[in-house]
């Protein structure tokens, strides 16, 4: 009888410790922490599209996830972004993708009408199948890389497409660490001799806006293919 007590017991308590760590939640921990939502999992508050004044049509709120549909009228797509500005912060989010996809989660944009774009001031964390995706013959442009500056085969290492997949992004002081499922992908400091040599073989080696500005808003990427995000949380340090 004890040993089918405490199984109970132990069944509860995982049910429970479940329960409290369900999708787009704080646990009291995380709010001790500091820890904020950024998703509540109900509607895209807090968010819109990138230059717009709120969501476009092709971002929607599925299973408590935000979900990109590539829309047959460009007009409703575009990089959603928040509504606010960060700087020096902790990230972590989940994400999935679709069959081939590609996206991104970019951090550091400046939202001005002299950029078309997130990505031509924001650094992008990439988002894809490693498998059948156009952009998966380049290292650097890997699930979790750092966008055409740091990735490896042997570091980017996604779920298989369908799944969720674990992200975080550590932007402090100029500095960017990524871990994708765990595993560090990229560490970086802004303005150091391995930046500026990355950059300088990058495509961005001559964007007068990439990664100049600390403070800024957070994209989740429309690069046309259906993908997911969920659990978006962050801490500013």
């Not at 495509?203 to 808003?217: R, T």
Request: a neutral charge; proline letters at 3%; charged letters at 25%.
């Amino acid at each position: 009888m004890k040993k089918i007590s405490l199984s109970i017991c132990s069944c509860l308590f995982l049910a429970a410790t479940a329960f409290a760590q369900q999708a787009n939640s704080l646990t009291s921990q995380e709010k001790k922490d500091g820890w904020k939502l950024l998703f509540d999992g109900k509607s895209t508050k807090g968010w819109h599209t990138y230059r717009k004044d709120k969501a476009g049509a092709a971002w929607t709120v599925q299973d408590g996830a935000l979900v990109f549909n590539s829309p047959s009228d460009k007009s409703e797509g575009g990089d959603l972004v928040t509504d606010k500005e960060y700087e020096n912060y902790d990230l972590t989010l989940e994400w999935k993708i679709s069959e081939g996809g590609n996206s991104g989660i970019i951090f550091g944009v400046k939202e001005d009408p002299k950029y078309g774009a997130s990505y031509e001031t924001g650094i992008e964390m990439q988002v894809l199948d490693n498998i059948k995706a156009e952009d998966r013959h380049y290292p650097n442009h890997l699930a979790g890389t750092l966008y055409d500056l740091i990735g490896s085969a042997e570091v980017s290492k996604p779920k298989a497409v369908g799944e969720w997949n674990q992200a975080r992004i550590l932007y402090n002081k100029g500095e960017i660490t990524l871990w994708l499922n765990g595993v560090q992908t990229a560490n970086v400091k802004i303005g150091s001799p391995e930046w500026l040599n990355l950059l300088a073989k990058s495509k961005f080696h001559d964007w007068e806006g990439f990664a100049k500005y600390p403070k800024g808003k957070i994209a989740l990427q429309d690069h046309g293919h259906e993908v997911a995000f969920r659990n978006i949380k962050i801490k500013q340090l």
